[in-house]
């Protein structure tokens, strides 16, 4: 072997090495924050953990059974005034394909999906909170539905396209109105695909915090009126990681724990989902 | 008759989709006016910030802001190097690819609450005690920390993009120059990624997008310094965090106002970002 064939076969290998170990750090990475968090917060969890409102500071105990009602009630809240609308306009995608509407419609639906969440939150404020007067569950919800929309569109549209068109055509053939076609042929046979972009979308907004800061913004109490202020699991992780108590911090190991399983949970059942689409 | 109703409707969702687009910049645009009226585009090139004496300018939010997410691109830049070779040509398919593949979608999924918690409690005092080994002032906060954290959240969004464009390279083009005797790291270098080029470069634009809104992680890791920061290794603040901060306690008009006007820049300049990303996809068709 020459030397210069010898130096590139080196070079081959050392860049392949090289390559592969500066993968595995964000890998490696990953592992540590989760490992990290599950050992930390599963040593808070406990029954009064999950079932107890929080105690008022210096007293031992109390939960953030507030912050689990409230997280429930957002993704909830958001899910309603997101679904209809997604899914009509992701049709609409659909059936109007070429059209100019359309082409304006994705690009919007883009641009929205790009908005920083922060950002997100300043819109509900300036649309619920202003008018309103004072912050709540219902302008939470608003900013996760905006953060939800884009998500719910682009699957719906994604999920009809895949259809054959010989399924719609044989519909439509045998004299069934469009609207009928839509929902009796189209809809049932995208749906499994709609529910995975729902639950994108779910998984997406569960963490949010940013958005909720200046609209849900929190509550230490439990409550289930849309109206009022109401507190999430992000949100009570921000709240009690920045605090200067001992207690509360140990409570935002618990709450991150028990965010992090579940969006980690959704995204599982997502992926295996979607691999069973394929 | 129905279904020409049907249809309607379904054009009318199209508008209310438009009409929302142009809700979101009116808001934004109409809320932000008596700050614009006030200080107009001097805003971007104002650094005081004093919301007692209602003077406000964007200048140094402006600055954090692209510093931050600059620095956090170049730190990131060889790792989304390194996983969108090594996924999209190393291993592509198979047990061990695809969890791989997983793992590093799944970073993004980790919600940047988390990593924030996780960074102020673990990685702030291990950046302290850096610094004190560099002999600069130990914050533990500042803009490099925040610029590392940064740079682990938006990897997956480039290295996911840029590892499907590596795999489009046609097989012939491959074994073509494999034929003519060049290794693996030749070809990588010399023939996949120059056809790959534009895919690549479009992820680290939705990257960098990420890393320019990203608030949680920025708010609880920055510091929270509301001045021109003077060195990397200083608390700063960003477009994202100082919102953060202050909205909710903002009391007067002129501050509201001054914080949504800053949201205003921060969705131009991210709206920007995508679109450049979503025009070089196109020219890539994937």
Same mark, same amino acid.
Do not use: C
């Given at each position: 072997?020459?030397?210069?064939?010898?130096?590139?076969?080196?070079?081959?290998?050392?860049?392949?090495?090289?390559?592969?170990?500066?993968?595995?750090?964000?890998?490696?990475?990953?592992?540590?924050?989760?490992?990290?968090?599950?050992?930390?917060?599963?040593?808070?969890?406990?029954?009064?953990?999950?079932?107890?409102?929080?105690?008022?500071?210096?007293?031992?105990?109390?939960?953030?059974?507030?912050?689990?009602?409230?997280?429930?009630?957002?993704?909830?809240?958001?899910?309603?005034?997101?679904?209809?609308?997604?899914?009509?306009?992701?049709?609409?995608?659909?059936?109007?394909?070429?059209?100019?509407?359309?082409?304006?419609?994705?690009?919007?639906?883009?641009?929205?999906?790009?908005?920083?969440?922060?950002?997100?939150?300043?819109?509900?404020?300036?649309?619920?909170?202003?008018?309103?007067?004072?912050?709540?569950?219902?302008?939470?919800?608003?900013?996760?539905?905006?953060?939800?929309?884009?998500?719910?569109?682009?699957?719906?549209?994604?999920?009809?396209?895949?259809?054959?068109?010989?399924?719609?055509?044989?519909?439509?053939?045998?004299?069934?109105?469009?609207?009928?076609?839509?929902?009796?042929?189209?809809?049932?046979?995208?749906?499994?695909?709609?529910?995975?972009?729902?639950?994108?979308?779910?998984?997406?907004?569960?963490?949010?915090?940013?958005?909720?800061?200046?609209?849900?913004?929190?509550?230490?109490?439990?409550?289930?009126?849309?109206?009022?202020?109401?507190?999430?699991?992000?949100?009570?992780?921000?709240?009690?990681?920045?605090?200067?108590?001992?207690?509360?911090?140990?409570?935002?190991?618990?709450?991150?724990?028990?965010?992090?399983?579940?969006?980690?949970?959704?995204?599982?059942?997502?992926?295996?989902?979607?691999?069973?689409?394929? | 008759?129905?279904?020409?109703?049907?249809?309607?409707?379904?054009?009318?969702? %199209?508008?209310?989709? /438009?009409?929302?687009? +142009?809700?979101?910049? !009116?808001?934004? #645009?109409?809320? $932000? @006016? *008596?700050? =614009?009226?006030?200080?107009?585009?001097?805003?971007?090139?104002?650094?005081?910030?004093?919301?007692?004496?209602?003077?406000?300018? %964007?200048?140094?939010? /402006?600055?954090?802001? +692209?510093?931050?997410? !600059?620095?956090? #691109?170049?730190? $990131? @830049? *060889?790792? =989304?190097?390194?996983?969108?070779?090594?996924?999209?040509?190393?291993?592509?398919?198979?047990?061990?690819?695809?969890?791989?593949?997983?793992?590093?979608?799944?970073?993004?999924?980790?919600?940047?609450?988390?990593?924030? #918690?996780?960074?102020?409690?673990?990685?702030?005092?291990?950046?302290?005690?850096?610094?004190?080994?560099?002999?600069?002032?130990?914050?533990?906060?500042?803009?490099?920390?925040?610029?590392?954290?940064?740079?682990?959240?938006?990897?997956?969004?480039?290295?996911?993009?840029?590892?499907?464009?590596?795999?489009?390279?046609?097989?012939?083009?491959?074994?073509?120059?494999?034929?003519?005797?060049?290794?693996?790291?030749?070809?990588?270098?010399?023939?996949?990624?120059?056809?790959?080029?534009?895919?690549?470069?479009?992820?680290?634009?939705?990257?960098?997008?990420?890393?320019?809104?990203?608030?949680?992680?920025?708010?609880?890791?920055?510091?929270?310094?509301?001045?021109?920061?003077?060195?990397?290794?200083?608390?700063?603040?960003?477009?994202?965090?100082?919102?953060?901060?202050?909205?909710?306690?903002?009391?007067?008009?002129?501050?509201?106002?001054?914080?949504?006007?800053?949201?205003?820049?921060?969705?131009?300049?991210?709206?920007?970002?995508?679109?450049?990303?979503?025009?070089?996809?196109?020219?890539?068709?994937?």
């Amino acid at each position: 072997m020459t030397k210069k064939l010898k130096l590139r076969l080196f070079k081959d290998k050392f860049y392949f090495i090289l390559l592969l170990i500066l993968s595995l750090i964000p890998i490696f990475l990953f592992i540590l924050i989760i490992i990290h968090i599950i050992k930390k917060g599963i040593t808070v969890i406990d029954w009064s953990f999950l079932s107890q409102l929080p105690k008022p500071v210096g007293e031992e105990g109390g939960g953030i059974l507030n912050a689990i009602v409230g997280t429930i009630l957002l993704i909830i809240l958001a899910s309603i005034l997101t679904i209809p609308i997604g899914i009509v306009t992701g049709i609409f995608l659909y059936e109007y394909s070429n059209s100019k509407l359309a082409y304006i419609v994705r690009i919007i639906s883009e641009i929205i999906q790009g908005i920083p969440s922060i950002v997100i939150g300043i819109l509900a404020y300036i649309w619920v909170v202003k008018p309103m007067g004072h912050f709540s569950g219902l302008s939470g919800g608003v900013a996760l539905a905006l953060i939800m929309l884009p998500i719910v569109i682009k699957t719906t549209e994604e999920m009809l396209k895949l259809i054959p068109n010989e399924l719609k055509e044989a519909s439509l053939a045998l004299g069934t109105p469009y609207y009928r076609t839509i929902f009796k042929v189209m809809i049932p046979t995208a749906i499994s695909g709609i529910l995975t972009g729902i639950l994108t979308g779910i998984a997406r907004i569960a963490g949010e915090t940013a958005p909720l800061l200046f609209t849900a913004f929190g509550n230490p109490f439990l409550n289930f009126d849309i109206f009022k202020p109401i507190s999430s699991l992000p949100h009570i992780i921000y709240l009690y990681s920045i605090s200067p108590f001992e207690d509360w911090n140990q409570k935002a190991w618990g709450a991150s724990f028990i965010l992090l399983i579940f969006v980690l949970f959704l995204n599982v059942l997502i992926r295996i989902l979607s691999v069973k689409k394929k | 008759m129905i279904d020409k109703f049907f249809k309607n409707i379904l054009k009318l969702f %199209g508008f209310i989709i /438009i009409f929302l687009g +142009l809700l979101i910049f !009116l808001s934004l #645009f109409s809320s $932000s @006016l *008596p700050s =614009i009226k006030k200080f107009g585009l001097k805003f971007l090139f104002l650094s005081d910030w004093d919301p007692v004496n209602e003077v406000f300018g %964007g200048l140094p939010f /402006i600055l954090g802001t +692209l510093i931050t997410s !600059l620095l956090a #691109f170049i730190i $990131s @830049l *060889p790792f =989304i190097l390194s996983v969108t070779i090594i996924l999209g040509v190393y291993f592509t398919e198979g047990f061990i690819a695809e969890i791989l593949r997983h793992i590093i979608d799944l970073i993004a999924a980790i919600p940047s609450v988390i990593i924030g #918690f996780w960074g102020l409690f673990v990685f702030v005092p291990i950046v302290r005690e850096v610094e004190l080994l560099l002999g600069v002032t130990p914050y533990g906060v500042g803009i490099i920390t925040a610029s590392i954290l940064l740079a682990f959240m938006i990897l997956p969004y480039s290295a996911s993009i840029g590892k499907d464009a590596m795999r489009l390279v046609p097989q012939d083009l491959k074994e073509a120059a494999f034929s003519l005797g060049a290794t693996k790291w030749e070809v990588i270098k010399k023939i996949m990624i120059p056809y790959a080029r534009s895919g690549i470069i479009a992820g680290m634009f939705l990257s960098l997008g990420r890393a320019l809104g990203e608030t949680m992680v920025v708010t609880m890791v920055i510091g929270n310094k509301n001045s021109i920061p003077q060195s990397i290794f200083e608390p700063g603040n960003t477009i994202a965090s100082v919102i953060a901060n202050e909205f909710a306690e903002a009391i007067t008009h002129l501050h509201v106002s001054s914080l949504i006007y800053l949201g205003l820049i921060l969705f131009l300049i991210t709206m920007l970002f995508n679109i450049i990303a979503k025009f070089m996809l196109k020219k890539f068709k994937i």
